[in-house]
């Protein structure tokens, strides 16, 4: 059972990225999904949020506007589509699943590996 990123790698500023993130062992429409980075000197946040049942989204006010995730049940897979990259964006991405509508950290059921995103000037 696990949840695994993939899609990381080299961009230059202004560029874009699709992240991929697939469940292997279970059914990942039953869950909330969200995905994550660590930048450096600051804690993990969740900074973007897709609901289990009627699919809302949330993120936090860095990545409005330029990012965009979405699910897909019948894959298995919560894709994350990152447009007008800046180099701080650069990250470890990585995803997570929870049991409930909406993701909560501290309700985490699967946490995925990572993948990094380096965003070049």
């Known amino acids: 059972v696990q949840l695994q990123a993939s899609g990381g790698g080299l961009v230059q500023a202004g560029g874009s990225l699709k992240l991929s993130c697939t469940a292997d062992?279970?059914?990942?429409?039953?869950?909330?999904l969200g995905w994550l980075r660590q930048l450096p000197g600051h804690e993990r946040e969740a900074f973007a949020c897709i609901t289990t049942s009627d699919t809302s989204t949330y993120y936090v006010d860095s990545t409005k506007g330029r990012f965009t995730v979405s699910r897909d049940n019948a894959k298995n897979t919560v894709y994350l589509q990152m447009n007008s990259l800046k180099p701080e964006d650069t990250a470890i991405y990585s995803c997570?699943?929870?049991?409930?509508?909406?993701?909560?950290?501290?309700?985490?059921?699967?946490w995925g590996q990572g993948t990094l995103v380096t965003v070049s000037s």
């Open positions: 062992g279970f059914t990942l429409g039953y869950y909330a």
């Open positions: 997570a699943a929870a049991f409930l509508k909406r993701l909560r950290l501290d309700r985490v059921d699967y």
